[in-house]
């Protein structure tokens, strides 16, 4: 999945109303956040190991692992609709 594919997918579940940069690495690796009016959220991860994401994660949060856990960037996404949504 290139950057650009989980941009798309973004605007797919959110549509227009949520704000996200998403980050490439050289291995494939992924890092997206993810900002709503009144939440954020955080998601890592790699199409072939799965996708670990945070809702509001704290300023001490930085690298220190995420909550949650999704097979797939769409089910991440998913989870954290209806939160972002808000």
Not at 68 to 84: K, N, P, S, V
Request: with cysteine.
């Amino acid at each position: 999945m290139t950057p650009q594919q989980a941009r798309d997918l973004v605007r797919s579940v959110f549509g227009d109303g949520i704000h996200a940069e998403v980050t490439g690495f050289p291995g494939g690796n992924l890092s997206l956040a993810l900002c709503g009016s009144r939440h954020s959220a955080t998601v890592d991860g790699h199409p072939d190991t799965g996708w670990a994401y945070t809702v509001d994660p704290g300023e001490d949060d930085g690298f220190t692992g995420h909550d949650q856990a999704a097979d797939t960037l769409e089910e991440a996404l998913r989870a954290i609709h209806g939160t972002l949504t808000e």
